[in-house]
């Protein structure tokens, strides 16, 4: 089974995104104890999961390892991963990067990566995601506001760079639907990955899939995760958000 096919090979399309805000936790449970609860709320409705590095890094080691720990266990139940890491550098420093998490102690299937200074950034990840049979999946279209000013002038490149590479997918912000579309359509055998849905206002996921409803994973972080926040009841909260959202894409990927 490719890296792709892994993404897909649940009943889902629903990507669960792992932001464990410490200030947001529910009293008393600590950062790994609340993303083990969340894997298993939302298993039944989820094709993967998504934990953002940067919410374990500002924990320091006991974060870090906590990551591991996460990542560990969304392997062990079956469940592909991604890395949000958003790597981006040149030579030896990219080789390491890709060892980490390509193999190494942050093992992942896929991780997110920023292309910005140049294709060469990429190159170790995709020579390695090529020998694991993992994903790189490069932020093309994100879904910041600001995000068209610079992304503009790189799409076309990176379009191409994208078209040409299996092990690539594309995160494509679920903010900005006419792009989606229009990604699509250039990309149609690419693996999105689909940020924005939920808490940030993307709606309109129909563009983002291809005409068999397949080719995308769309997440959803804050609006699960913290869906039982100033409730009492914060784990049926998160399994009941979970539901929804999956819901809601299936009737969009339907259409």
Request: hydrophobic share 45%; charged share 30%.
């Amino acid at each position: 089974m490719g890296w792709r096919d892994r993404f897909e090979a649940r009943p889902s399309a629903l990507c669960v995104g792992l932001d464990p805000m410490a200030e947001k936790l529910p009293r008393g449970v600590g950062l790994l104890d609340f993303c083990l609860e969340a894997i298993a709320l939302a298993a039944p409705f989820a094709a993967c999961f998504k934990p953002n590095a940067a919410f374990f890094e500002r924990e320091g080691p006991e974060g870090m390892r906590a990551f591991a720990e996460v990542l560990r266990a969304i392997r062990e139940r079956g469940f592909p991963s991604i890395a949000d890491v958003k790597r981006g550098d040149v030579g030896s420093t990219a080789e390491a990067y890709a060892d980490a998490y390509f193999g190494g102690p942050f093992d992942a299937d896929a991780i997110t990566l920023n292309a910005g200074i140049g294709l060469d950034a990429v190159e170790p990840f995709r020579r390695r995601a090529r020998e694991r049979d993992r994903g790189a999946i490069l932020l093309l279209r994100t879904s910041n506001p600001g995000a068209g000013r610079f992304q503009d002038a790189a799409e076309p490149a990176l379009v191409e760079a994208i078209r040409r590479e299996p092990a690539f997918g594309a995160v494509v912000g679920a903010t900005d639907a006419a792009a989606g579309k229009r990604l699509r359509a250039a990309l149609p055998d690419t693996l999105f990955l689909v940020p924005g849905f939920g808490a940030q206002g993307g709606g309109d996921l129909g563009a983002f899939f291809d005409p068999r409803g397949r080719g995308a994973v769309v997440n959803s972080s804050r609006a699960i995760l913290f869906a039982g926040e100033g409730k009492g009841d914060w784990r049926a909260a998160m399994r009941d958000a979970a539901r929804a959202a999956h819901d809601a894409i299936e009737e969009a990927r339907r259409r």
